[in-house]
Nanobody, 118 residues
Framework: QVQLMESGGGLVQAGESLRLSCAAS??????MGWYRQAPGKQRELLAT???????NYADSVKGRFTISRGNAKKAVYLQMNSLKPEDTAVYYC??????????????WGKGTLVTVSS
């Protein structure tokens, strides 16, 4: 059974940083990524990274967030800098054997809450 487990969420003030981590139970994914969902809003794909290291970012986080993968390809990280109150959401790790798209992915974590106070 594939499992993804996020960690690193919490409460920070605007302008501060957080680093989210996601540990996978296997390493056979080509793509891993991060989504978020704020209360009353649709789920948003934030960033993806492939086994080859290709990254993509949503415009809303480009230049502030950085996605990376662990050497064993079983972990993915999201470094979030210059956080804003509008970044408050539940953040989900996702993984797929092929690719991650805005519509979804094969495997999901349970989410970690990030709250940014003004």
């Amino acid at each position: 059974q594939v499992q993804l487990m996020e960690s690193g969420g919490g409460l920070v003030q605007a302008g501060e940083s957080l680093r989210l981590s996601c540990a996978a139970s296997i390493s056979s994914f080509n793509a891993m990524g991060w989504y978020r969902q704020a209360p009353g809003k649709q789920r948003e794909l934030l960033a993806t990274i492939t086994t080859g290291g290709t990254t993509n970012y949503a415009d809303s986080v480009k230049g502030r967030f950085t996605i990376s993968r662990g050497n064993a390809k079983k972990a993915v990280y999201l470094q979030m800098n210059s956080l804003k109150p509008e970044d408050t959401a539940v953040y989900y790790c996702a993984a797929d054997r092929v690719s991650i798209v805005p519509g979804g992915a094969e495997y999901w974590g349970k989410g970690t809450l990030v709250t940014v106070s003004s």
